[in-house]
């Protein structure tokens, strides 16, 4: 979560206060320790499981801490740096960990993306201040390690000055600072001098256009060249400094400064509260943050407004115990089956675990935890990233081991923890000593492998599984043994399954590679080996899947085909149809009225149509993001704004589009018959460079046809904004829609049921009941299937499992009696209302499998009255 256009943006249009900001709501929230893990001596690694409400919606949130013995002389927090311990550079925090061989490792302060790579706040590295905190800016805190390892969250200032020759001074903003601006909306370089040293690798120092530098270089406190009106190009030297002046300070520089002059610099961090004294001089870390969240063990107000970081994203968070002993690194991740967290829920969390004062770090895309496992050597990102890839950030806090050399004193076995079946899982035997450091083994060590129980076979060092069930891996060496626990994943550990094709239009002779992809509750995902599949074939007699391929002769008199994937009775549903494809927008052969718009009106937005190095044509629309708040969007309008009305019920929408990698969304709005604006999504994540094709299901937004297409367009949202490029250009080209064939279009049906009569109408023709619809818990259930048969789908009893089927279109869902999970083609979902037996009929939650199989409920208040179609 980069601050740039929320805070210190080069292009803020409105100046943020940190002031008068009340406390947060109370969240109700558990939390559950899920596992303790050893790193080194004094220090463990903790996973949690956050749940609670938003709302009416359950939240699930995975969080990890890692728990620093302040106490312990063994380990010790420090602050890594860009690459080679200089600014500008920016790498990840597994390279950072890597690179000062660290055992572990959080992201650190925020930081202007569009700037140099530099901390928005201060940081002290191993003693030495290597920035400093914003002048004039409120509200930032900062986590520090005293002399005495105390650990420190509190509010910093800048002191510093430089002394001429004639016994003039000027102050100085700050030491290694990049362009911000003060809370008032002044700029910080239109008049100030700042003081850069070796640390900042690059050979200028923040010109970003408002101001004019003039720069002095200083070594060994003799001033050696000065430039007016311009720039040293070189880095600062190691043995002095360089000093940027600009506006009013340049002028001191002209009246005061000479080249061969001494001068004299002095600068220090001082707390804000002229109260409070720390001898910052000796301190041994720190590291610049945002708002303080904790304070003596409870929730306390924000010091900077929680608008600046708003939503449910990956947090990165560091705090300390009451009795300042244990220091918590913290992070939380929005991923794959992990939700995020608000500040709010950021503090709520943090109070639960102990933290008696802790503050916010930088996080979004930025929060990453890194840890080294117990007798590995090679460190690993540990938590789920919000994007999936790690993001180079200015800097990190990392766990440092100062332990010595000890004897081996442990093995540990390495492992997954949990697999599918058809997947192999590699073990390694690893030593570490005392201090928990690793240790090699002896080359000829040679472990051995053996399992219970019997639920799959050993090869060398892997164990390859036939059964579903748990597994005690064992290793034995010369020195002993050690074990661990292997899962093997079953139903009920998976979130979802995926079955897919690379084309999934029905042709005749066409050969279609399957691919099962799996996500169990963790979030990890993994490609299932066909067979590990159960297979099923639906609506082709000699159809059928052989080695994940399913081969297809003959489609004459057939509708569609449906492949159903189970793994351990965990079902999903791949459809492949008839579809006629009809080509709307290509601009070699034809288009339409094209316009463009953004919004808001500080936007700035182009379209245009280019042509590649063939000849072919496309629109290009390039967009610029810099300025306005909120949402924003650069659109190309059909017909004015009037849009084009498109023919038939399309159930695909389907565009190629040259992409930026700019990480913006990409939609089009759509009307539909009934007037209502839908907001159809090509892409979230625009994550690649040149041509690709995009498909969207229309069918998901329950559009009622005829539908006008007004426009396509790129936006950036306001949430997480500030993970996205502010510019660039993207190409749109082929865009069509694909309808079923005619043939295969089904006539509308139509069922009316009213709360607590044993009858329906179908098509007008009535149904007796023997169990009505009723009302329970504010939630409607209905007779499943009656209702589903009426509506054109299948259902199918399994007594054995006390589970329902329901086929319909290309929707299939499994729901079990008395259970809240249900499985909707391949997602699992978790109810409020469980189905459940009546008079011999299965009753399901009218509202989610409404919504699931696409019906369109009318709701009549007054009669009682429900209308599907």
């Given amino acids: 979560m980069k601050l740039q256009k929320k805070l210190w943006g080069v292009l803020l249009a409105v100046t943020l206060t940190s002031q008068t900001i009340n406390l947060s709501p109370v969240v109700q929230a558990a939390v559950v320790l899920n596992s303790n893990e050893i790193l080194t001596s004094g220090a463990l690694l903790k996973s949690y499981t956050w749940t609670s409400k938003r709302g009416n919606t359950d939240v699930s949130t995975r969080a990890r801490v890692v728990e620093v013995d302040l106490t312990n002389p063994n380990v010790k927090l420090d602050m890594m740096t860009g690459i080679g311990g200089q600014y500008t550079f920016k790498q990840s925090v597994l390279n950072m960990v890597k690179e000062n061989e660290a055992v572990a490792g959080i992201n650190g302060d925020f930081f202007n993306t569009q700037a140099e790579g530099v901390p928005i706040g201060p940081q002290i590295s191993n003693g030495q201040l290597m920035a400093t905190t914003p002048d004039l800016v409120s509200g930032l805190y900062s986590f520090a390690i005293s002399k005495d390892n105390q650990p420190i969250v509190d509010l910093f200032a800048f002191k510093g000055s430089i002394t001429a020759k004639d016994h003039s001074s000027y102050p100085i903003g700050g030491v290694n600072k990049t362009y911000y601006w003060f809370d008032d909306g002044t700029h910080s370089h239109t008049d100030g001098m700042f003081l850069y040293t070796h640390t900042w690798a690059l050979d200028y120092r923040s010109n970003d256009g408002v101001s004019v530098p003039t720069e002095v270089k200083v070594q060994n406190g003799i001033i050696k060249q000065i430039e007016v009106d311009g720039v040293i190009k070189e880095v600062a030297p190691a043995d002095g400094y360089i000093l940027r002046a600009a506006g009013k300070s340049a002028e001191y520089v002209k009246a005061h400064l000479k ?221 002993g043994s050690v074990k661990q626990d292997v899962k093997v994943a079953g139903r009920d550990d998976i979130a979802s399954l995926n079955l897919s094709t690379t084309n999934p239009m029905l042709k005749e002779g066409a050969t279609y590679e399957l691919k099962v992809t799996a996500t169990d509750l963790q979030g990890r995902s993994s490609i299932l080996s066909p067979d590990a599949v159960e297979w099923e074939v639906l609506g082709h007699k000699s159809a059928k899947v052989e080695n994940g391929k399913l081969i297809v002769n003959d489609i004459n008199n057939v509708k569609d085909i449906r492949v159903i994937a189970r793994y351990d009775g965990f079902s999903t549903m791949l459809t492949l149809a008839k579809f006629q494809e009809s080509p709307w927008y290509d601009l070699d052969q034809y288009g339409l009225l094209t316009t463009s718009d953004v919004y808001p009106a500080e936007v700035k937005g182009t379209i245009r149509v280019v042509k590649d190095e063939k000849a072919n044509k496309s629109l290009q629309l390039d967009y610029d993001f810099t300025n306005g708040t909120g949402n924003k969007a650069v659109y190309a309008e059909f017909n004015g704004k009037d849009g084009a009305k498109i023919d038939g019920t399309p159930q695909f929408m389907k565009m190629k589009v040259f992409g930026d990698n700019s990480r913006n969304w990409v939609r089009s709005e759509i009307i539909d018959g009934d007037g209502k604006l839908n907001r159809i999504d090509f892409t979230r994540n625009m994550n690649w460079t040149g041509w690709k094709e995009l498909t969207v299901n229309l069918q998901d937004y329950k559009l009622k046809y005829p539908i006008t297409v007004k426009n396509i367009y790129v936006t950036s949202p306001a949430e997480g904004q500030d993970e996205r490029a502010l510019k660039g250009t993207i190409q749109f080209d082929d865009i069509s829609f694909i309808s079923k064939a005619a043939s295969d279009t089904q006539a509308k049906k139509q069922v009316k049921m009213t709360i607590g009569k044993n009858s329906i109408t179908v098509n007008d023709k009535a149904v007796k009941l023997d169990q009505a619809p009723l009302q329970s818990n504010d939630r409607t259930m209905v007779p499943v299937r009656v209702i589903t048969e009426a509506l054109g789908g299948q259902v199918k009893w399994n007594a054995k499992e006390s589970q329902v089927t329901i086929e319909q279109g290309d929707k299939l869902l499994d729901m079990w009696i008395n259970r809240k999970d249900m499985i909707f083609t391949g997602k699992r979902v978790i109810s409020d209302a469980a189905p459940q037996l009546m008079k011999g009929l299965t009753m399901v939650p009218l509202r989610q499998i409404a919504e699931e199989l696409n019906w369109r409920v009318t709701w009549d208040e007054k009669t009682k009255t429900i209308t599907l179609e």
């Fill in 259 to 479: 080249v061969g002059d001494p001068l004299q610099v002095q600068y220090e961090l001082i707390a804000q509260d002229p109260t409070k004294h720390y001898d910052t001089k000796n301190f041994k870390m720190m590291v610049g943050g945002h708002s303080i969240l904790v304070d003596e063990g409870k929730v306390t107000p924000f010091s900077r407004t929680e608008a600046e970081l708003e939503g449910f994203r990956s947090r990165t968070a560091i705090g300390y115990s009451k009795d300042g002993k244990t220091a918590y690194l913290i992070t939380s991740d929005r991923a794959s089956q992990s939700d995020g967290m608000s500040l709010t829920e950021l503090q709520d969390f943090m109070v639960n675990i102990g933290v008696w004062k802790g503050m916010n770090l930088d996080g979004g895309a930025s929060t990453q935890l890194v840890t080294r496992p117990l007798g590995e050597t090679t460190p690993v990102i540990t938590n789920v990233t919000e994007y999936g890839g790690q993001r180079e950030v200015v800097n990190s806090v990392g766990v440092f081991s100062m332990a010595p050399k000890g004897k081996l004193n442990g093995l540990v076995l390495h492992g997954p923890k949990q697999i599918f079946l058809g997947e192999q899982a590699a073990f390694s035997v690893k030593g570490y000593d005392e201090f928990y450091n690793p240790v090699a083994l002896d080359a000829n060590s040679n472990p051995q492998l053996s399992v219970t129980p019997d639920i799959g076979k050993i090869d060398g060092m892997k164990f390859i599984p036939n059964k579903i069930g748990t597994a005690s891996i064992t290793a034995s060496v010369g020195l």
